[in-house]
């Protein structure tokens, strides 16, 4: 199975500041790739779906590229509401494999 | 408005049993691919189970092949997850959610119901 591997695992950074999340696939995954926002307690939020399309209202902040095995997500001008954590996982077909993981705090 | 709501989580000991529902309103069940999704106390998502809209094509993770069904009743717009053999590693926040067959993504998604696996 394809496994998904994120970076960092946390980070801290301050409101403005450009934030960068990684995700890598073992494998190519072409742009079969998603990204969601969760908050504590929540469940998550798509963000990003075929690797680089944004939602609906989701803020224009909020970026994605990729394609084949290496994505990123970023949040261009950090903001106080986006704490939380960040997941890629693979999109389109079973098995729907999610990343680990990346905690955004707000310094 | 779209809605989904799960229900039928629980304690329960390792080795028993526990069904998960999840009712569906406010979009097209019938026509939708649905997941289940579970995530263990202070860890990250995992996928678990995908059924498309009739029941035809079904998926599991390794981790839970064999010992859990996902089944759907399109006639009650409802998802289920019957779960057996638990362990304590099971133990998680369960969260059903369709997959748009459009966007790739898991666009809509419950609130979770917790199933705890403890002696």
């Known amino acids: 199975d394809i496994q998904m591997t994120q970076s960092p695992s946390s980070l801290s950074a301050s409101v403005g500041d450009r934030v960068t999340i990684t995700c890598r696939a073992s494998?190519?995954?072409?742009?079969?790739l998603n990204w969601y926002q969760q908050r504590p307690g929540k469940a998550p939020k798509l963000l990003i779906y075929a690797a680089s399309s944004l939602e609906g209202g989701v803020p224009s902040r909020f970026s994605g590229s990729g394609s084949g095995t290496d994505f990123t997500l970023t949040i261009s001008s950090l903001q106080p509401e986006d704490f939380g954590t960040y997941y890629c996982q693979r999109g389109y077909s079973p098995p729907l494999t999610f990343g680990g993981g990346t905690k955004v705090e707000i310094k | 408005e779209v809605q989904l709501v799960e229900s039928g989580g629980g304690l329960v000991k390792p080795g028993g049993s526990l069904r998960l529902s999840c009712g569906a309103s406010g979009f097209n069940f019938n026509n939708s691919n649905m997941n289940w999704v579970r995530q263990a106390p202070g860890k990250g998502l995992e996928w678990v189970s995908y059924?498309?809209?009739?029941?035809?094509?079904?998926y599991y993770a390794d981790s839970v092949k064999g010992r859990f069904t996902i089944s759907r009743d399109n006639a009650k717009n409802s998802l289920y997850l019957q779960m057996t053999s638990l362990r304590a590693e099971d133990t998680a926040v369960y969260y059903c959610?369709?997959?748009?067959?459009?966007?790739?993504?898991?666009?809509?998604w419950g609130q979770g119901t917790l199933a705890t696996v403890s002696s």
């Open positions: 059924i498309t809209s009739g029941g035809t094509y079904i």
């Open positions: 959610a369709r997959l748009s067959m459009v966007r790739g993504g898991l666009d809509y």
């Open positions: 494998q190519s995954i072409s742009n079969s």
